[in-house]
């Protein structure tokens, strides 16, 4: 088996990628859930909805974010209702949205209703939630603290980041489908995703025994960069990383993950720092990270298992 | 104030007229909710919503339930879910059905969710579900016990109709927002809006103390016809009156309401039938009941108004 731990839609690329690579085989991608909130009764799952539809091939990829060719009657017909619409839905979208709370609704956990989904999408991996108990990643501002989303979506981003708290971590035992493998010797490797590290991938290390069990097993880890040439493919990620005085660079990625990666894959445009990176100890991969369409994610998926074959290879 | 007993279609445009005529005065239409089931999670309220659409002039009158101008990108979307989309619900009328869905995840009751809504849609009357309490109307058929959407939607009123149940009925407190004032002497009449006596204004009356509070009270109570020339204007009610043994005739329905009633409009091509439920004691009205457009429906109300005002002259 191989882990992937992801966010939302660098995540939701490459785990589309190893997903066709992996045909087959055994894989598990683990998605961040400290961005999930409840908006109008529903259950608002982002990442966990960004990999999905980006793996089925429904995602909208100049928008980043819920389907392709969506329509938003119902948001407008909200918002003739009075209701704040800061976050839309669209009426595609809603599909996901209901089976999921009917899912919820008839007692199924998040980890449940997932599988359900996934089945029912003809998804041929696992999408497991990182966690079926409530996480919620807090951005500390200099406009206080902050939800997730509200930093996000509401703020566009705006506040000045100074930290960040998982509230609820502390609690919040991993799901069993994708932490038991992985403790039990099931896994080949793990694959951090190019995710933002602090808000995507740092709640599901932060869950309590990922990082030891990381540490503990003989699988490698690796992880994809998330900066290129200087800046973050998407997100805020540029922007957390000056504001908290660290260089926007794939070695402020390698600080940030420390000596829990065995290996490391760069993109091309950044290939300068692969002597720094192995001084510190870690197998380097180079390759442009860049995933635009299909085959690019593929590209970048067959790098990722080349690089866990070639840590082990060494290992062993 | 003026109190309208009301189900789906036929009771949303008399209530529309009530509306129309009663601008700046009490009225408060009591909507049945035997109907109401859980769908997707989603709180399903046919008869609240059609009249509050109705009111507000958002129905689609060709269809006969839901909003005009609908999308059906959600339906379409659950479909590909392989969600059994028997009941459909429209991209804009979700928008409703999140609405209410927010209010009662908040705590609200039925009652509060509805006069939230009404409020928002700026419905210049009360529009009050019956019960807080979940009551089911089940159709006896040779085909076993049915919900009334499984009878309605489901088998299209196909089977054949033996007798009809409230499941939850004797626990089921009318709603303290009409039955307060009904009982407390604040009302000047009660109309029964031309909707079906069994499975629309039958849960409403079957309410414990509802029929022994209109007999005491001193307001009138009067009855539209839901049967015009020998037809049901909308839905399975003259095939049921059939199926029970009884005529397709006006009064049929004068029968089944008994000695609650004070007065009764008859459609001018029933006025045959005016003698002898003038005979039975009641005073009547003829008017054309056809409510096609807002102006008919505005019609209709006038006719009812001056038939309470007739029986209230003449009982003081």
Chains 1, 2 share one sequence.
């Not at 785990?15 to 409840?38: H, K, M, Q």
């Not at 998804?123 to 996480?135: G, K």
């Not at 100074?162 to 694959?191: I, K, M, N, Y």
């Amino acid at each position: 088996m191989i882990h992937a731990f992801s966010g939302g839609v660098g995540g939701a690329r490459l785990s589309r990628g190893l997903a066709d690579e992996l045909v087959g085989e055994d894989l598990t991608i683990v998605v961040n859930t400290g961005d999930d909130f409840d908006h109008l009764g529903l259950r608002i799952m982002p990442d966990f909805d960004s990999v999905v539809y980006g793996i089925a091939g429904w995602n909208d990829t100049v928008r980043g974010w819920g389907r392709a060719e969506e329509t938003w009657q119902c948001r407008d017909a909200l918002a003739e209702f009075g209701v704040d619409t800061w976050f839309s839905l669209g009426d595609k979208d809603l599909a996901l949205h209901l089976l999921r709370l009917s899912l919820l609704e008839s007692g199924a956990t998040f980890t449940e209703a997932a599988a359900e989904i996934v089945h029912r999408m003809g998804i041929n991996c696992r999408v497991v939630p990182m966690t079926d108990h409530p996480v919620e990643t807090i951005v500390i501002t200099d406009n206080g603290d902050l939800s997730f989303q509200d930093y996000f979506v509401r703020m566009r981003c705006e506040p000045r980041v100074t930290a960040f708290r998982l509230a609820g971590v502390e609690r919040a035992a991993p799901s069993a489908a994708w932490f038991d493998p992985l403790t039990g010797g099931d896994t080949r490797g793990v694959v951090l995703c190019p995710s933002n590290p602090f808000v995507s991938i740092g709640p599901i290390l932060g869950l309590p025994g990922v990082e030891a069990a990381l540490r503990r097993s003989a699988a490698p880890v690796i992880a994809v960069s998330p900066i290129v040439a200087g800046d973050a493919v998407k997100g805020p990620l540029a922007k957390m990383l000056r504001e908290l005085g660290q260089p926007v660079t794939p070695l402020a990625i390698f600080a940030h993950y420390g000596d829990l990666l065995d290996g490391f894959v760069l993109d091309v445009r950044d290939e300068i720092f692969a002597p720094q990176l192995r001084e510190r100890g870690v197998r380097v991969a180079v390759c442009d990270t860049l995933m635009s369409d299909r085959e690019a994610s593929r590209r970048v998926a067959r790098a990722c298992l080349a690089l866990l074959s070639e840590c082990d290879d060494h290992a062993g």
